[in-house]
């Protein structure tokens, strides 16, 4: 599993603080609030397919998060009746698609 994969960067956001890119690949050292995030047993990290984002975590980056620290906003969108996808989902809520999905996001994976 995840064989041959290698995390190039993390965007996150802790809190409201704007959202900020840890450039992985360049070797660069985990930022001081992620870390602290990642050693606080009381925050809870959430993800779209939080699953994948866990496995990555755990597997490549060797951070110990816990499944109970992680809230998946996919399951949250399925239990109650909406679409999984992050494009139908943009759409069914109203966003924009400037606030949407980066339609060409895939093409990087």
């Known amino acids: 599993y995840m064989t041959g994969a290698e995390p190039l960067i ?4 802790v809190g409201a603080a704007p959202t ?3 450039d992985i690949v360049s ?3 985990m930022p001081a609030d992620l870390a602290a995030a990642v050693a606080d047993p009381a925050v809870i990290f959430v993800a ?4 994948f984002d866990r496995s990555v975590a755990q597997r490549l980056l060797k951070l110990p998060i816990p499944a109970a620290r992680h809230h ?3 399951v949250q969108a399925y ?12 759409v069914m809520i109203g966003l924009t698609e400037d606030e ?4 060409d ?3 990087l994976i």
């Open 79 to 90: 239990s109650a009746g909406m679409p999984g996808s992050l494009e139908a989902l943009a």
């Open 10 to 13: 993390c965007t996150y956001a």
């Open 27 to 29: 070797g660069e050292p």
């Open 48 to 51: 779209h397919n939080a699953s």
């Open 20 to 22: 900020r890119c840890w």
């Open 100 to 103: 949407g999905k980066i339609k």
């Open 105 to 107: 996001g895939q093409r």
């Open 72 to 74: 998946c906003t996919r």
